[in-house]
């Protein structure tokens, strides 16, 4: 099952400007978790924010959730090529499961 | 920090063949595994959930006599796909929860291809 969709499918953008990422999830949640993956790859967490939280940081990301709405934002400033990845965000419901979902495929153009 | 080993990273087999991929927990304990499957520029489906010492649970549409699942110990998991078809072909991936590292940690995953 897949929880809900993100937005852009995606996004092509110039080195060093923002990327901006949504993503709309159905059901009640825990946490709400963001991660990347470079073609082919593994799973590299990001960021999770918990459904109390409204905002967090960590160095260039930041996350916002906004539970009423059932909707997420990543944002990625002063982007570089090495960003160039898929970012997925994933929400923990109450029986502890991961969903994730649709992705956005981020391109940084040097 | 915690760390699961996934292998093999890729595999071809042949139509009617199956396969095993072992997800280990390297140092935490995984209490639950979870597998997912991921075909090309898709996001990651959820195919079922186990938890150490009993049956898995399967997702709606997951054929669970294809896609067997053994949690027999807190580190090791294994996902067997039996009886493989070409359509089968995916990108598969662990991941584990447990203690005392209770969020997720994946696997790197691996590549299947059915020939």
């Known amino acids: 099952s897949q929880q809900g969709e993100e937005d852009p499918q995606a996004l092509s953008i110039q080195e060093g400007e923002n990327a901006t990422m949504n993503c709309s999830y159905k059901?009640?949640?825990?946490?709400l978790q963001w991660y990347r993956q470079n073609s082919g790859r593994g799973l590299v967490h990001l960021i999770l924010?918990?459904?109390?939280?409204r905002e967090k940081h960590s160095g260039r990301l930041r996350v916002t959730l906004d539970t009423s709405k059932k909707s997420s934002s990543l944002l990625i400033t002063a982007s570089r090529a090495a960003d160039t990845a898929s970012y997925f965000c994933a929400t923990e419901d109450s029986s502890y499961k991961l969903i994730f979902g649709s992705g956005t495929r981020l391109l940084v153009r040097p | 920090g915690a760390v699961v080993s996934q292998h093999p990273s890729r595999v071809i087999c042949k139509s009617g063949t199956s396969v095993k991929i072992e997800c280990r927990s390297l140092?935490?304990?995984?209490?639950?595994m979870f597998w997912y499957r991921q075909f090309p520029k898709q996001s990651l489906m959820l195919m079922a959930t186990s938890n150490e010492g009993s049956k898995a649970t399967y997702e709606q549409g997951v054929e669970k006599d294809k896609f067997l699942i053994n949690h027999a110990s807190l580190t090791l998991s294994t996902l067997t796909v039996t009886s493989a078809h070409p359509e089968d072909s995916s990108f598969y991936i662990c991941?584990?929860?447990?203690?005392?590292?209770?969020?997720?940690?994946f696997g790197s995953g691996t590549r299947l291809t059915v020939v």
């Open positions: 924010i918990r459904s109390n939280e």
């Open positions: 059901t009640s949640i825990n946490n």
């Open positions: 991941s584990a929860s447990g203690f005392p590292n209770y969020g997720y940690t």
């Open positions: 140092d935490f304990q995984a209490t639950t």
